[in-house]
């Protein structure tokens, strides 16, 4: 009988940490890429008209994270209930979950490009959605791999943002076929993506210096190589390159002791992301700054 119970218990423990798990993980749509079943977790307005074309956002997690809790930090979906536009979740793979956003993983970059790609496919047979207004943004791995579709994509992105972007593929490799809008937030004292750049105590990875990485992003833009000033937000300065070619502008705000988070969105844990601003909201940011771009 004792046997019994500790079984039925274990069972039961079992089943209550795989419903916690999919209930953490909670993805609502799927798709076959590079034939692989990938996921995605979707939201619609409940009073989305669709009789004209909507946009998309789609916004990616970052290294060890998910679908949902990108969602929760992020907050787009308030967002694209005020504004009419869908948002999409993707998920990455492997565990922890991840995004192949450069070549030092000895992966190919491609695969999760083509699922990108292969989603947009997908979600535009089912939804209206306007194929000029397509827009990508991503936290740390994510922000990567969102750096890598404005380079892949460039023909189906209007324009792109990153939070604490984890920029390893080099500028170089970069050959969009247009230039590609850019808004990047990024803290100073984050702890993962290091502002100055160089290796951190979680990654041992070449991290480039940030305020670097943005000249030389608006440069790939064919900026002008002044930025202007914007005006400050509590602890938030930003500035903005223009003179771009095609109007690409490539804005870059610097959150002062801000951490490895989402400026406005809901906090990561203090003790391994740090500090989260409230001074500035990047999804609000982002999305003014997306109205801006279609696609010819």
């Given at each position: ?5 500790a ?23 799927k ?28 916004t ?9 809790n ?20 993707p ?6 979950k991840?995004?192949?956003a ?12 083509i ?8 979600l535009?047979?089912q939804?209206n959605?306007?194929?000029?207004r ?5 936290l740390?791995n ?5 750096f ?32 590609m ?9 984050d702890p ?5 750049g ?11 210096n940030i ?22 937000i ?38 391994i ?6 001074d ?11 109205e ?5």
């Amino acid at each position: 009988m004792k046997l019994l119970r500790a079984v039925g218990l274990f069972l039961l423990l079992l089943v209550l940490a795989t419903a916690a798990v999919l209930l953490i993980n909670r993805t609502n749509g799927k798709i076959i890429s590079s034939g692989e079943t990938r996921r995605y977790l979707l939201h619609v307005p409940k009073d989305l008209d669709q009789s004209q074309p909507v946009p998309l956002v789609i916004t990616i997690h970052g290294f060890a994270q998910w679908p949902a809790n990108q969602m929760n930090v992020s907050q787009w979906n308030p967002i694209a209930d005020r504004e009419e536009f869908i948002v999409v979740y993707p998920s990455g793979t492997g565990f922890p979950k991840r995004w192949l956003a450069f070549p030092q993983q000895s992966f190919d970059t491609s695969k999760d490009v083509i699922f990108i790609s292969n989603l947009i496919d997908s979600l535009s047979t089912q939804y209206n959605i306007d194929p000029a207004r397509i827009y990508v943004n991503g936290l740390s791995n994510g922000g990567g791999m969102t750096f890598l579709l404005g380079c892949e994509l460039a023909d189906r992105i209007a324009a792109t943002g990153t939070v604490a972007g984890a920029f390893i593929l080099p500028m170089e490799s970069c050959n969009a076929s247009r230039p590609m809008p850019l808004i990047a937030f990024h803290g100073t004292a984050d702890p993962i993506v290091p502002f100055a750049g160089g290796p951190s105590s979680g990654f041992d990875l070449p991290f480039p210096n940030i305020p670097q990485w943005m000249s030389a992003r608006a440069e790939l833009n064919g900026c002008g190589a002044t930025p202007e000033v914007l005006p400050a937000i509590g602890m938030v300065s930003g500035v903005r390159y223009t003179v771009c070619e095609d109007d690409a502008e490539v804005v870059f705000y610097t959150i002062e002791g801000g951490g490895h988070t989402w400026p406005g969105g809901n906090p990561l844990p203090k003790s391994i992301a740090g500090y989260t601003s409230m001074d500035i909201s990047a999804s609000e940011t982002m999305w003014k700054f997306f109205e801006k771009y279609t696609l010819p």
